[in-house]
């Protein structure tokens, strides 16, 4: 599998692009819910070609944090910020407090998805729609009942980006980003 940053170059050069907002640490119930860890937020927008292909909010674990790397941490979260970096897999009771320290380390270590992470996930996501699968095959595969209103949702979801990216880029850049990024 190629490097993140000849996978970066080669999507720059098919004509992708990408902003990225300041992180922001939130305590989400769609991932962890109210004992899980906070995860990474950010605003991205990506384009092809000038035109905008996805325009939304990005996540990201805390897992890609980077613990080791020595910050400045208000003395209030210091105890938390070693036991932490000691336990990779705390789980810690004050979830604000957490929410707070991971925030700070996502900023002091300037954290941001990469544009392979992003467009890869959008690609994967947008699939509902390249390979024109329908709403019962998409429940199939991903184990929804046909009458969950919520999974239409997430299919409408995912169907949009998939269009956004063929609209923007064409069917076969598409596929070549596919190809590019399968193994990411």
Not at 59 to 87: F, V, Y
């Amino acid at each position: 599998m190629p490097e993140e940053k000849e996978l970066n170059r080669k999507l720059t050069d098919l004509g992708f692009s990408m902003s990225v907002s300041e992180p922001c640490a939130v305590l989400d119930d769609k991932w962890g819910g109210p004992t899980g860890p906070p995860v990474i937020r950010f605003s991205v927008v990506v384009s092809f070609k000038g035109r905008e292909v996805y325009n939304g909010p990005f996540s990201l674990g805390c897992g890609h944090l980077d613990l080791q790397k020595r910050i400045s941490t208000p003395s209030s979260l210091q105890s938390m910020h070693e036991a932490w970096r000691g336990n990779r897999s705390a789980n810690f009771k004050d979830k604000e407090a957490w929410r707070e320290l991971c925030e700070l380390i996502a900023k002091k270590t300037k954290l941001k998805p990469s544009m392979p992470n992003v467009v890869s996930s959008l690609v994967l996501d947008g699939g509902v729609f390249i390979d024109g699968n329908t709403f019962e095959d998409f429940c199939a595969d991903f184990g929804y009942d046909t009458d969950s209103r919520s999974a239409e949702k997430t299919f409408r979801l995912c169907d949009d980006i998939g269009r956004a990216l063929v609209n923007a880029c064409g069917r076969d850049t598409v596929e070549e980003t596919r190809e590019l990024l399968q193994d990411y």
